[in-house]
């Protein structure tokens, strides 16, 4: 099975006084406003790294809730974030880290199971694959 989705992204003017728009195929993001101030200033509009950590999160949750299932234990409430870590290498810039957090309620689970699998879903999932940088995870189990 091969699966392909599409997301794009239309760019006009220079680096720093352009504006761009990303879209996905599914209509999630239409024309939603990216440029220069919103990825490196911390103005208001999307950049490519808060799509990769809401990517990672969803595809890392996703890729524990099947783990779990296969050990037959299942999930009451999951909650993940990510973190992006961009900044200036040699030669321009790179993402260099992602850190996972999670907070989930697993009946019946106990803290080793927990951490072996949610280490087989960090390393599992098919965003983690596609990721050189370092991906680090705290995961906290709660009753």
């Not at 003017?13 to 919103?38: C, H, M, Q, V």
């Not at 019946?108 to 940088?133: H, R």
Request: net charge neutral; with cysteine; charged share 20%.
């Amino acid at each position: 099975m091969k699966i392909k989705r599409k997301g794009s992204a239309a760019w006009q003017g220079g680096i720093k006084d352009g504006k761009g728009a990303l879209s996905t195929e599914s209509g999630a993001l239409t024309a939603y406003p990216y440029g220069f101030a919103s990825r490196f200033e911390g103005q208001r509009g999307s950049n490519p790294e808060e799509l990769i950590a809401a990517a990672h999160a969803g595809c890392f949750t996703m890729a524990l809730s099947l783990i779990l299932g296969e050990a037959k234990l299942t999930a009451e409430q999951m909650d993940t974030s990510a973190e992006v870590t961009l900044e200036q290498v040699e030669g321009g810039f790179a993402i260099t880290a992602v850190h996972l957090t999670l907070k989930a309620k697993i009946p019946g689970a106990d803290q080793a199971t927990f951490e072996k699998l949610t280490g087989m879903a960090k390393a599992g999932c098919p965003v983690s694959k596609l990721l050189k940088a370092e991906i680090t995870l705290d995961a906290t189990l709660v009753s």
